[in-house]
């Protein structure tokens, strides 16, 4: 269950109220998809993107929103829909901020993330963003020292080679790697590559076009045909590539050409 109040509504009785989020403007009514980012979003004002998440498994919400301390309270940010959760992105700088769910005109917290008392006598949720957590490698190396793999290889202790785990087979996987680049011989000895699904050789680009059909647009695809990169046969110096793709009860071909 969250908790549920309205911000700087003091309770019968002499309770405290349980939320430090200031009443603000309506909501922003930018419906815009959300669309994960992996990189930095502002270089110049180090703001990192981050994903704000609201799961509704334990409520039927209609209308969620985010407030917080980045911006002193001032704004709520609608979250977008999607299937069983709420979510949205929202450009932070690095530090520790606050931040709280407005679900129905309702002020809650999510009980599942970091939570912290507020000068109300209130709970908010915590969020830290840490550069370093942006940078791809720094972070792989966090993620390894943490795991239980990156703690077998640092104590330098022969294992055995076995598959009864899964943790086992990670274990080899991390030792075949290195930062040797190989040698065209070791490709030689490489196994070929395996056989075309026969499914995958019918290829809508390479039939022909009906008479009676549109010259413009092609015949439905199969969907074992979707999200394949295709390529031609390089011809006078030009290299052709394509896939298509589905939205909703259309598809869409895309073709690229390159010089080579």
């Known amino acids: 269950m969250y908790k549920r109040d309205r911000p700087f509504d003091s309770e019968k009785g002499g309770s405290k109220s349980r939320t430090g989020a200031p009443s603000a403007s309506p909501p922003n009514e930018d419906e815009c998809p959300v669309q994960m980012k992996i990189a930095k979003s502002d270089d110049k004002t180090k703001l990192f993107p981050v994903v704000f998440k609201w799961n509704q498994a334990n409520t039927s919400a209609r209308n969620v929103a985010i407030c917080g301390s980045w911006d002193k309270w001032n704004q709520r940010i609608p979250l977008v829909k999607s299937s069983g959760d709420f979510s949205t992105i929202v450009d932070l700088e690095p530090g520790k901020h606050e931040y709280k769910f407005y679900v129905d005109h309702k002020w ?13 006598g209130g709970e908010n949720n915590v969020v830290m963003i840490d550069e370093a957590d942006y940078e791809v490698f720094d972070a792989l190396d966090k993620d390894l020292a943490s795991s239980n793999a990156g703690e077998a290889l640092r104590s330098n202790h022969p294992t055995k080679e076995s598959h009864d785990t899964p943790n086992d087979r990670e274990l080899e996987k ?19 590559p395996p056989v075309l699904p026969p499914h995958l050789l019918q290829v809508i680009l390479n039939k022909d076009t009906p008479v009676q059909c549109d ?19 390089i011809k006078d110096g030009v290299m052709v590539l394509s896939a298509t793709h589905r939205y909703r009860k259309k598809f869409v071909t895309t073709l690229l050409y390159k010089p080579v």
Do not use: C, I, W
């Not at 809650?108 to 109300?120: A, G, I, P």
């Not at 991390?174 to 070929?192: C, I, N, S, V």
């Open 174 to 192: 991390l030792h075949q790697f290195g930062q040797e680049t190989p040698t065209r011989a070791d490709f030689g000895k490489a196994a070929p």
């Open 108 to 120: 809650v917290v999510d009980d599942n993330q970091q939570k912290t008392s507020n000068h109300l």
């Open 215 to 233: 010259p413009n647009v092609l015949p439905e695809p199969d969907h074992v045909m979707l999200n394949h990169l295709y390529a031609l046969s």
